[in-house]
């Protein structure tokens, strides 16, 4: 199995492309669609997203822990790949035959771009990321999206003109998913051989994708439904500030992500081997790492968010500045969170812990949605959004208290918290002082980079913390080499 930093820093080149390519191209959709456009493919591709998760069910995690389980087995990996792609087909089928059915008889608003978002759905009929995720391929899923990303941009620089382009920029982005799903179906051969299981062996896998689909629905809740719930109560421009300014949030949350994707399955490998040691010291590191990660990504966002949204997506997105400033916030929630989650409850199979404090979040995020966005709109939805990844990321660690001392590590990591506050402080009086345009907002991300990596690295190396031990070793190896 390739090793972990191996594979971390796959996925960590591709969320740098992934940060880099939003930047080129979010201020020229915006600019180009405009808010109301971006807000209408914002709402039907959350309708679709609906169709497209209610038939993946709870296929993405199960199938990758299960790979992890069994990938030292070829026979019991052939099998375990063949009953849960099967699943995959019969939800599918289902799923894309009910989204025709909406489309044409329920469907009177954007129709047309309410049927090619089918495109999008049909996608998950060919998603196998989970095998390749579970036998640790991660080269091959990077390179994947990363030739297809870049394809979308050019298309998207090519074809996307105007708002009557919506059409255009929506066949690019659900073509572009579709085609990066059947790319790495040119591999599965490689890995493996489906063979035919039986409809008794292929329904023993319902049970636990539905148990660990609960979470992922609730969870959507609070990712998808507030922009149907903004469409319906205050309209698609409401949306379109929504859409963007979570865009913006979730561009380097994915290097959080990156470390989920990679850690989980390596977790389910160690924890079924019976490494209880290691297991605590993969958790205790994380823990730490995601934290300094967290504390540059939401100070810097929150201290550049009111002149970041006028200058990277227009002046009409100005409202995006403040929603942008609240989204921030839940970087830590999702941080953490995302550590317990893929590290410890997944791996472990504690599905009722997950599913408890997902539910939870979803109906705080809902009570919160229906009492503030009629009044407040995106912004209402955006402290829906903290209430609710704090309840999901609480309930988690305290689920957890008496086995992983979570709270512990996190509260170990409060000099770094103390300087990514000092960084905003730093940040936002620029802003304030400044005139709104590109040139502060270089001056903003160069001070406030140039003092969170001084005082981080400066804290890291006095206080012998491992996570700069780490780092020192790292260098010292490169430099030797």
Not at 87 to 104: E, G
Not at 255 to 280: D, F
Not at 407 to 415: G, N, R, V
Not at 443 to 450: A, D, E, P
Request: glycine share 6%; net charge positive; with cysteine.
């Amino acid at each position: 199995m390739e090793s972990i930093k191996k594979n971390f820093i796959y996925n960590i080149l591709y969320q740098i492309l992934i940060i880099i390519l939003p930047l080129i191209t979010a201020p020229y959709i915006s600019r180009t669609l405009g808010a109301n456009a971006v807000g209408i493919y914002s709402y039907t591709n959350s309708i679709a997203y609906y169709f497209l998760l209610v038939a993946m069910l709870g296929i993405g995690n199960h199938g990758n822990r299960s790979v992890a389980s069994v990938r030292d087995n070829q026979e019991k990996l052939n099998e375990t790949f063949s009953s849960i792609f099967s699943l995959q087909f019969i939800t599918f089928s289902i799923s894309i035959l009910t989204y025709i059915l909406y489309v044409l008889f329920i469907s009177k608003d954007n129709q047309l771009i309410s049927f090619i978002q089918l495109i999008y759905i049909a996608s998950g009929l060919f998603d196998i990321s989970w095998l390749f995720f579970g036998l640790e391929k991660f080269k091959i899923t990077v390179t994947r999206n990363t030739l297809i990303k870049i394809g979308t941009v050019v298309c998207m620089f090519i074809f996307v003109h105007s708002p009557e382009d919506l059409w255009k920029y929506t066949i690019i982005m659900s073509g572009g998913t579709f085609i990066s799903q059947i790319y790495l179906w040119g591999y599965v051969k490689k890995y493996v051989k489906f063979k035919w299981v039986g409809f008794k062996r292929i329904f023993s896998n319902l049970k636990p994708v539905l148990i660990l689909f609960i979470p992922v629905l609730a969870y959507s809740i609070y990712k998808v439904m507030d922009k149907i719930m903004l469409g319906n109560m205050s309209g698609y421009a409401e949306v379109g500030f929504y859409n963007n300014a979570e865009k913006i949030t979730n561009i380097p949350m994915g290097i959080i992500t990156a470390l989920g994707t990679v850690m989980l399955p390596r977790m389910s490998n160690i924890i079924a081997k019976g490494e209880t040691q290691k297991t605590e010291e993969y958790i205790r590191q994380s823990t730490k790492l995601v934290t300094l990660i967290a504390s540059a990504i939401a100070f810097g966002l929150m201290g550049v968010s009111k002149v970041l949204a006028p200058v990277f997506f227009g002046e009409d997105f100005t409202p995006c500045g403040t929603i942008i400033e609240l989204l921030s916030i839940t970087v830590f929630f999702v941080s953490w969170a995302n550590v317990i989650r893929t590290q410890y409850l997944i791996p472990n199979h504690y599905d009722k812990i997950y599913l408890s404090s997902t539910i939870i979040g979803a109906i705080v995020n809902l009570i919160v949605n229906l009492l503030l966005i009629p009044r407040y709109a995106a912004n209402g939805a955006a402290i829906g959004t903290i209430l609710a990844e704090f309840c999901v990321m609480f309930i988690q660690a305290i689920s957890i208290r008496k086995e992983i001392p979570i709270i512990k590590y996190i509260f170990s990591y409060l000099p770094i918290l103390i300087i990514g506050m000092t960084m905003y402080i730093v940040v936002k009086i620029i802003g304030n002082i400044f005139t709104c345009n590109v040139i502060t907002l270089i001056i903003q991300i160069g001070t406030g980079g140039l003092l969170f990596i001084i005082l981080t690295l400066t804290y890291l190396f006095v206080s012998k913390d491992e996570i700069g031990k780490i780092i020192l070793d790292t260098i010292n190896k490169k430099l030797i080499k």
